[in-house]
Structure formats: C-alpha cells, structure tokens
C-alpha cells in the first residue's frame, strides 16, 4: 500500500522559512522521480518543484531562488526548503512521483504565509 506523509507545514511571516518533509512507503522510492504540488486556496493543484532519479531539479519560475527540493534515498524521503515566503505561496503542499500516472495522494500539509 504506498503512503506518501506530507508534514513541517504552519504559519509563518512573510519573508520566513520552512522545511516540508514528504515520508514515502509502499513504492521503490529511489526508482521515482518526484514532486511537490500546492494548492492555493480556490485555485487548481500546480507542480512546485521536482527531482530526478539523478537529483537534476526544476522548479516553478514562481518559486525559483526561494525553494530547494532534495530526495533522501535510503530514508525514503523527500525535504522541501522554502526561503523568503510570501503570502501567494499559502496552499496545502502535497509530494508524489512526477509520473503523471501515478495519482494516489497524501493528506498534505498546509502552509500559511501571512502578511
């Protein structure tokens, strides 16, 4: 049964940081690509950030600069930094494989930026 864990999401100020951790069970961790997803308020799930079998990444222009995506394979789990917050980047943030076919979900963890 794969589980993906979102967790490390809160409340913070603008311009503040945090670290989101997304804990995966259930698949070869270290033979997926991965993501991180959010979803703002009202607003239609979007890809963050993404990491390769190899660690190459990519990220939303919207976030590039602030977040840093890096994978822990024999942890089997994945960390998003996020630097210099702002209040657009509120959103329930999710982590799943990148592969488009993949459509199990976690619960995610909610990120509140505030002004």
């Known amino acids: 049964q794969v589980q993906l864990v979102e967790s490390g999401g809160g409340l913070v100020q603008a311009g503040g940081s945090l670290r989101l951790s997304c804990a995966v069970s259930?698949?070869?961790?270290?033979?997926?690509?991965m993501g991180w997803y959010r979803q703002p308020p009202g607003m239609q799930r979007e890809l963050v950030a993404s990491?390769?079998?190899?660690?190459?990444?990519s990220y939303a222009d919207s976030v590039k600069g602030r977040f840093t995506i890096s994978r822990d394979n024999p942890k089997n789990t994945m960390y998003l930094q996020m630097n210099s917050l702002k209040p657009e980047d509120t959103a329930v943030y999710y982590c799943?494989?990148?592969?488009?076919?993949?459509?199990?979900w976690g619960q995610g963890t909610q990120v509140t930026v505030s002004s």
């Open positions: 799943k494989p990148s592969n488009p076919g993949f459509n199990v």
């Open positions: 990491i390769s079998l190899g660690g190459s990444t």
């Open positions: 259930g698949i070869t961790f270290s033979s997926n690509a």
